[in-house]
């Protein structure tokens, strides 16, 4: 519809700018770090490594009223820092944890919520997908954006564990404590076994964000040795054949064909809509809110939200990023904190239905025998959806959150 309209208003030269702008998007040397990570997460994925990670922490947060579900979000945190894509982030979660959940007694809704909005924090945290789609459209450093986004993830983590550890004190039948018997490990054995489940997740974060940070690589190298470190670790686990090879390349070829035709298609429409003139329209729009810059700022973040309900986190991001990036300079917003504020507002684009690609992950990956229903699992999500909505004003309020760790980077 786009280049319809494009040919109606320029004539035969909008082909040539379609085709300049998908041609840039495709070959922008930093997208090349999407078929990278997505090749770790999917090598990671495979390797065995979540499972050991769930029964480490079992034993040690089984013992707590709601543990399990806390255990979850932890681990989905920490399986944040090395898969970067919520598909294998919820599928690894809901095979590994929400049986064990079920099996206890812990309400569905709860279960689910604790898994979703835990899985969801892998596009968050870095090495995240969606920050290395956004920084070269805003023309932000990526390496930036990775070290501005931790803080907010963890945050995200802390407030979900929170809730559940304080809903479940309020009403324990919600996830009744593991009894003391099935935790009955020595103190030494637990201690060695979380060490050894964690260490080969902190190799990884260190091959990818210790590079970066430590300004010894720029991300797309990151990620190649993320890729490779991770089918080390496929390898040490003795989980490598070729089956998962192939499997793992499939599923990274699916994924980046994905995202780069929605990317090209959105990419399209963005040229014809500001060559037009109708970006300059929305800004002057927004500009003129009123309540000054931080109703500008409300707006921008509504929209966002909103669309969240509807759009894929893909097409959202090539279509408003472009539009709303020079709003936060002319608002005298810093960028970097701007954009952080607009990738934790896409944290509910995952969980809000109609759309919900994290609640479908969900629900397509558990075991039909759990009954676990759609209906339980939209139950379960809203209050983690009000969590990420908590999150945005405290960094309203606290912008350091964003901006402290990016300006201790070294050059």
Sequence with gaps: MAVIIGYLLYGAPVFDMVYSRVFALVTNYLLLAVPLFIFMGGMLERSGI?????DALYLWLGGLRGGLAIVTVLLGTILAATVGVIAASIT???LVALPAMIRRGYDKGMAAGAIVAGGCLG??????????????????SVGKLFMAAFFP??????L?????????????ELAPAIPPQERAVPLAQKTIKLLTALAPTAILVMAVLGVIFLGIAPPTAAAATGAFVATLLAIAYRQFNLKVLIETAQQTLRLTSMILLIGS???AFVGVFLSAGCGKVVEGIILAAPGGIWGSFFIV?????????????IGILFIIVPIISPL??????????????????????????PFAPGIFFLRGTADPKLGVTMSEIIRGIWPFVFLVLIALLLMVAFPQIILWLPAKMIK
């Design 50 to 54: 979540a499972g050991k990670m769930y």
């Design 92 to 94: 690894m979660l809901a």
């Design 123 to 140: 596009i968050l945290i870095p090495p995240s997908i969606m920050l290395v789609i956004y920084g070269p459209m805003a023309t932000i």
């Design 153 to 158: 993830g963890f945050l995200l983590s802390a």
């Design 160 to 172: 979900y564990m929170t809730y559940i550890a304080t809903r479940c004190f309020i009403q324990p």
């Design 265 to 267: 298609c959105a990419f």
């Design 301 to 313: 973040m509504f929209i966002v939200f909103i669309l969240g309900f509807f759009l894929d986190w």
């Design 328 to 353: 936060a300079l002319a608002l005298g917003f810093n960028p970097l904190w701007f954009a952080m504020m607009i990738c934790v507002n896409l944290q509910t684009s995952f969980m809000t239905p």
